[in-house]
């Protein structure tokens, strides 16, 4: 597993997470960048996979298609309630677990009314 530390990374602002390229990337604690080949799949996706990855695809599209008033009502409420997401990441959260207390929670600690 090949090891890249390279401050001029960090320099310039791009941080090194995910896939890029045939490349998988993390940062380690003290900032330290692991690489590594991506693996292909030696077995086709379950089903359960799958339906992971259509709910949170259907938790995105609901996303966009909020209007923007929605959008902005989200936002707000996760930065009143001192969220460490964003109002896309609560919204998508919620919808992933279909957690309505989450949401109720929110829009409590918040102040603003989320629908």
Not at 1 to 14: A, K, S
Not at 19 to 43: C, H, M, N, S
Request: hydrophobic share 45%; proline share 9%; glycine share 4%.
């Amino acid at each position: 597993m090949p090891r890249v530390h390279n401050p001029l990374i960090r320099l310039l602002g791009f941080i090194a997470q995910g896939d890029l390229g045939p490349l998988t990337l993390y940062t380690k604690p003290r900032e330290r960048i692991v690489a590594f080949l991506k693996a292909p799949p030696d077995k086709p996706a379950s089903q359960w996979q799958r339906a992971t990855r259509n709910r949170w695809r259907l938790a995105l599209t609901r996303w966009r298609a909020l209007p923007p008033a929605i959008k902005a009502q989200w936002a707000l409420a996760a930065r009143r309630a001192h969220c460490r997401a964003t109002g896309l990441n609560v919204f998508i959260s919620a919808a992933v677990k279909s957690d309505r207390s989450v949401i109720r929670t929110i829009a409590r600690q918040s102040g603003v009314p989320i629908t």
